[in-house]
């Protein structure tokens, strides 16, 4: 089965946000940005963090010339995923079907089967006896694209990867598309059903998801932390996987590739706030982080 380029290069935190519920902040203390400098700890030259979002309106979508900057200043460009690695596509294809192209529809309550099915008959005109090969996540990714009210969407990760070609700097990931697939595959499938279901009500979920962008465009990674573990409580029973151990994972990547070379960092937003985000636990390395406006 072939889905749509866009549709696939949906990352973890693309996938998860959808849940959240609307916030509301519109100031932007000095503290706060989606770009930030790492210095200190014996390193030559600055490296970056810059936060993102995987699903945006291009009215909402900003490469801010700051960032761009510190990509082109910088050696080596770090996603979550090495979005130009060769095959890239087919293994995201591949980790997104059930094992043995089971359909996962049969383990389905009539009424939640109903809902689901229905949704995917209106909204893309095909319903579970195809798409229920899927595991229930990637049917979750293409529904987030039904929450945006614009035909077209950006992508942050890809524009930085064309940025990444222009500009003649290797991209790498921190993870693996295995593993970051496989994170998905540890949440018990009724629950994931669950998530299924809640996401048939489209316009609550257009409401939440505008609220999402604006705490994003409210450039404040701390609040947008804190937003995320308190209106999601289905997140937040994840938080260690999800979230935690993936920023632990990633820092000290970070402490070894930044003494040689000068790194552009763009990962999900949601992983720079927080006392056990990748900001914090890089000032308890040593470093100094400051942001950057932009």
Same mark, same amino acid.
């Given at each position: ?123 893309? @005109?095909? *319903? ?10 990637? %049917?979750?990714?293409?529904? #987030? $694209? ?121 990962? @999900?937003? *949601? ?10 636990? %890089?000032?308890?390395?040593? #470093? $100094? ?6």
């Amino acid at each position: 089965m072939k889905l749509q380029g866009q549709k696939l290069r949906i990352t973890l935190l693309g996938v998860l946000v959808a849940i959240l519920s609307s916030f509301t902040s519109n100031a932007q203390d000095v503290e706060s940005s989606l770009l930030w400098k790492i210095e200190g700890n014996g390193l030559s030259k600055p490296s970056y963090v810059f936060g993102t979002i995987h699903l945006i309106c291009p009215d909402d979508f900003k490469m801010f010339d700051a960032a761009k900057t510190a990509l082109i200043e910088s050696d080596v460009v770090y996603l979550e995923l090495d979005m130009d690695e060769p095959g890239f596509m087919g293994k995201m294809q591949q980790h997104m079907m059930n094992p043995g192209m089971k359909n996962f529809s049969s383990d389905l309550k009539p009424q939640d089967k109903e809902k689901i099915d229905a949704f995917f008959k209106e909204n893309f @005109g095909t *319903g579970l006896d195809q798409l229920g090969i899927m595991k229930p996540f990637a %049917l979750m990714s293409m529904m #987030y $694209t039904k929450y945006l009210d614009c035909s077209a969407i950006e992508s942050y990760e890809g524009t930085i990867t064309k940025l990444a070609a222009e500009y003649e700097k290797e991209v790498k990931g921190f993870e693996t598309v295995e593993f970051q697939m496989g994170l998905f595959d540890k949440i018990p499938q009724e629950e994931m059903i669950q998530w299924l279901v809640d996401g048939t009500d489209i316009q609550k979920n257009k409401d939440l998801f505008a609220g999402l962008v604006e705490a994003y465009l409210s450039k404040n990674t701390d609040n947008l932390y804190k937003y995320i573990l308190k209106s999601s409580p289905e997140f937040a029973a994840y938080e260690d996987d999800l979230l935690v151990n993936r920023n632990k994972n990633w820092v000290p990547i970070i402490r070894e590739v930044s003494q040689e070379q000068s790194m552009f960092i763009a990962v @999900g937003s *949601g992983h720079l706030g927080g006392k056990e985000g990748v900001l914090a636990l %890089l000032k308890k390395e040593g #470093y $100094t982080v400051s942001p950057v406006k932009i």
